[in-house]
Nanobody, 120 residues
Framework: VQLQASGGGLVQAGGSLRLSCAAS????????MGWYRQAPGKERELVAT???????KYADAVKGRFTISRDHAKDTVYLQMSNLKPEDAAIYYC???????????????WGKGTLVTVSS
């Protein structure tokens, strides 16, 4: 089971980007999918999470600007980022808690990060 993220890039402040992350492999179930970010010199922090069948949660810093959504048929999570600010610049990591058909145990999986750069 793995996660593949895409969609990062360079954008001007006030602009928008959409990140995508697809899960693949022998997936049995997905408990939640979400996004974290890590800026240089800072710890990794939660951006948004979309639990299956429950209300998404957002970090205060992105509320009203970012929207997380999931396509359950595609096992994919999206992060629509609008009104980007220079402080949003970071490496964004996809995260999911999933169980595979190999052992049916819920485990945390991480995708390789995708870089978001915001120019002022």
């Amino acid at each position: 089971v793995q996660l593949q993220a895409s969609g990062g890039g360079l954008v001007q402040a006030g602009g928008s980007l959409r990140l995508s992350c697809a899960a693949s492999g022998p997936i049995f179930s997905i408990d939640h999918m979400g996004w974290y970010r890590q800026a240089p010199g800072k710890e990794r922090e939660l951006v948004a999470t979309a639990p299956t069948g429950r209300t998404p949660k957002y970090a205060d810093a992105v509320k009203g600007r970012f929207t997380i959504s999931r396509d359950h048929a595609k096992d994919t999570v999206y992060l629509q980022m609008s009104n980007l600010k220079p402080e949003d610049a970071a490496i964004y990591y996809c995260n999911a808690k999933m169980a595979s058909t190999l052992d049916y145990n819920n485990m945390d999986y991480w995708g390789k990060g995708t870089l978001v750069t915001v120019s002022s």
